[in-house]
């Protein structure tokens, strides 16, 4: 079993800033692309990033140029850096992982997610 806990959501004004972590632990034996998503209230869930393995990102066109993806694979984290927050990124995060076995197979875990609120 694979467990992934993120963290670093909160309150901030418009503008500000906020770094989000996401630390996957347990069976681990392949960590391949992570991602975060995010929902606002009656809405769909909705990818903000991705990374692969090998540091391929891919972002949501809302967030191109204020967010930033990256991962640590010492560390089995992967991060987002979101600047120039607005009102219309507040939602809960959620933090995925793709994660392989030794036998081939491939698994998908998510987080429990955390609150990013924007105030205007």
């Known amino acids: 079993q694979v467990q992934l806990v993120e963290s670093g959501g909160g309150l901030v004004q418009a503008g500000g800033s906020l770094r989000l972590s996401c630390a996957a632990s347990?069976?681990?034996?392949?960590?391949?692309?992570m991602g975060w998503y995010r929902q606002a209230p009656g809405k769909q869930r909705e990818l903000v990033a991705s990374?692969?393995?090998?540091?391929?990102?891919n972002y949501a066109d809302s967030v191109k140029g204020r967010f930033t993806i990256s991962r640590d694979n010492a560390k089995n984290t992967v991060y987002l850096q979101m600047n120039s927050l607005k009102p219309e990124d507040t939602a809960v995060y959620y933090c995925?992982?793709?994660?392989?076995?030794?036998?081939?197979?491939?698994?998908?875990?998510w987080g429990q997610g955390t609150q990013v609120t924007v105030s205007s």
């Open positions: 995925k992982a793709n994660v392989g076995t030794a036998l081939g197979y491939a698994f998908q875990y």
């Open positions: 990374i692969t393995s090998d540091n391929s990102t």
């Open positions: 347990g069976s681990i034996f392949r960590l391949n692309a």
